[in-house]
């Protein structure tokens, strides 16, 4: 067995390479396989598979959705579902529709602030694909209104600071019923980032099928206390880089996530679709 990459960003979102770029780096760090987990859109899946194939790399289809809960955003990695599922549709529709009003309005707080970005200046970073916050920072940087993204943030656009607009509120669980109705799974995305012992246990309960325990920024002693919770609740287990790019932290295959996660993964994929069909 090798090593995959389930955590991993383009153009589709807030990347910066294509959705091929991303298979033929995955294929040059060694990996055998990865998924695509842009947020909140499946725009790059199809681009991606077909790139996999013929690299002959393993591909599971994934996305990275929004979720909250008061004074909070909750990411969730959502593996195996049909991107052609009408309610799956229905969620990146409406999710790119609130990323819009949401951009439009962070635009707004940044000119009274005093940063003359304009919506098309995000928007032309943005190019195709679904606007973040990422996308703002990026044009913050280049028109000289900060330094750095992470200053964009620090200064403007994080949670708390006075350009920052919350998403349409999306009850995780919500969330975690869609996936499942598309025959997907949905594990919690860099929880050692956000979430204390009390609440992981907490949103496993909530429906989440697994958990993120390798990411760059888990420490060691948060994976192992991820580990323990797999193995009390029966959950599947995912890594990867979170990789959105050049310069944009630890590269693909950093995790060294074995593949039996991925399989995993689509196995329990498999075994839900059966149940719901009445085959098992």
């Excluded at 932290?249 to 329990?268: F, T």
Aim: glycine share 12%; proline share 5%.
């Amino acid at each position: 067995m090798g090593y995959v990459d389930l955590h991993l960003h383009s153009t589709a979102s807030d990347g910066v390479l294509s959705p091929a770029a991303v298979a033929r780096e995955v294929a040059a760090h060694g990996l055998c396989g990865f998924s695509l987990t842009d947020h909140d859109t499946a725009d790059g899946i199809e681009e991606a598979a077909a790139e996999a194939s013929s690299l002959g790399l393993e591909f599971l289809v994934g996305a990275e959705l929004s979720a909250n809960a008061p004074g909070r955003s909750i990411h969730i990695l959502a593996y195996g579902f049909d991107p052609a599922d009408a309610g799956m549709r229905a969620f990146f529709r409406d999710f790119r529709a609130d990323r819009l009003r949401r951009t439009d309005e962070i635009v707004q707080r940044l000119q009274t602030l005093g940063a003359g970005v304009t919506m098309d200046d995000v928007m032309a970073e943005a190019g195709e694909g679904v606007p973040t916050r990422a996308h703002v920072g990026r044009a913050l940087v280049n028109g000289g209104w900060v330094r750095e993204q992470n200053e964009a943030f620090q200064r403007y656009i994080a949670r708390g600071k006075p350009a920052f607009v919350e998403k349409m509120p999306t009850p995780p669980e919500k969330v975690c019923e869609r996936v499942r109705r598309a025959g997907g799974v949905t594990i919690l995305a860099h929880p050692g980032r956000d979430f204390t012992a009390a609440e992981l246990a907490h949103w496993m309960d909530d429906g989440f099928d697994g958990v993120e325990i390798l990411h760059p920024r888990n420490d060691p002693g948060v994976r192992r206390q991820l580990e323990q919770l797999a193995d009390q609740k029966d959950l599947l287990r995912g890594g990867g880089s979170d990789w959105h790019g050049a310069d944009s932290g630890a590269p693909p295959g950093s995790q060294r996530v074995p593949q039996d996660w991925m399989n995993s993964i689509r196995l329990r994929c498999e075994d839900a679709k059966k149940r719901r069909s009445g085959d098992v």
